[in-house]
């Protein structure tokens, strides 16, 4: 018997995303004939988050403060995504970056599966993105990049506070239509 089938399947959406001094700016309100004004801010100083979101049970991991973005670092990121879901065999669904294809991130216990090309519209965790950069939308961050990066943990952590807040932000619905398939195909398998 295949090890897949030995072990619990667990679909993670896996994407980095870059954070940093320059100002995020966004829409907001202002009185009728007033224009909002913010301060802006142009430091050239950034880091990156690297997510994995369950969109089946909203359970995610998250590593931040990387400097840059690369294969070494995605690679220490599996590994701590493996230590957390040890007992389960992972399915990596991620983008076509370069840095994702390399043939040292193949690990046991581990699938990776490629999302069409230019198609970012079919990972959730970019939807999980946009609601970070809404805490940080219209602000500096004087303070520096720590004070940018203690805002998006909180952000993570508000966010990350209900499992099914999270499923409803991330659950797209075809992917419960290919989860509910693939575990009716594992059940008959595993019957044989």
Same mark, same amino acid.
């Given at each position: 018997?295949?090890?897949?089938?030995?072990?619990?399947?667990?679909?993670l959406f896996?994407?980095?995303?870059?954070?940093?001094?320059?100002?995020?700016?966004?829409?907001?309100?202002?009185?009728?004939?007033?224009?909002?004004?913010?301060? +802006?801010?142009?430091?050239?100083?950034?880091?990156?988050?690297?997510?994995?979101?369950?969109?089946?049970?909203?359970?995610?991991?998250?590593l931040m403060?990387?400097?840059?973005?690369?294969?070494?670092?995605?690679?220490?990121?599996?590994?701590?995504?493996?230590?957390?879901?040890?007992?389960?065999?992972?399915?990596?669904?991620?983008?076509?970056?370069?840095?994702?294809?390399?043939? +040292?991130?193949?690990?046991?216990?581990?699938?990776?599966?490629?999302?069409?090309?230019?198609s970012p519209?079919?990972?959730?965790?970019?939807?999980?993105?946009?609601?970070?950069?809404?805490?940080?939308?219209?602000?500096?961050?004087?303070?520096?990049?720590?004070?940018?990066?203690?805002?998006?943990?909180?952000?993570?952590?508000?966010?990350? +506070?209900?499992?099914?807040?999270?499923?409803?932000?991330?659950?797209? +619905?075809?992917?419960?239509?290919?989860?509910?398939?693939?575990?009716?195909?594992?059940?008959?398998?595993?019957?044989?």
């Amino acid at each position: 018997m295949p090890e897949v089938v030995k072990k619990p399947l667990r679909v993670l959406f896996v994407d980095e995303m870059r954070y940093g001094l320059i100002s995020n700016t966004r829409k907001s309100w202002s009185k009728r004939g007033k224009r909002s004004v913010y301060k +802006q801010q142009h430091e050239y100083i950034s880091r990156y988050l690297y997510s994995a979101i369950d969109p089946i049970n909203g359970e995610s991991f998250h590593l931040m403060g990387f400097d840059d973005i690369c294969t070494k670092h995605i690679e220490l990121f599996l590994k701590a995504l493996q230590e957390k879901f040890s007992n389960e065999h992972l399915v990596i669904v991620w983008d076509r970056a370069p840095f994702h294809r390399p043939k +040292q991130l193949q690990k046991e216990h581990m699938s990776l599966i490629f999302l069409p090309s230019y198609s970012p519209q079919l990972n959730p965790v970019e939807r999980f993105f946009e609601e970070i950069r809404k805490f940080t939308a219209n602000k500096i961050f004087p303070e520096r990049i720590t004070a940018l990066s203690k805002t998006i943990e909180d952000a993570i952590g508000e966010l990350c +506070q209900s499992l099914e807040a999270l499923k409803q932000l991330t659950g797209y +619905q075809w992917i419960f239509e290919q989860w509910k398939r693939i575990s009716s195909q594992r059940a008959l398998k595993c019957a044989c």
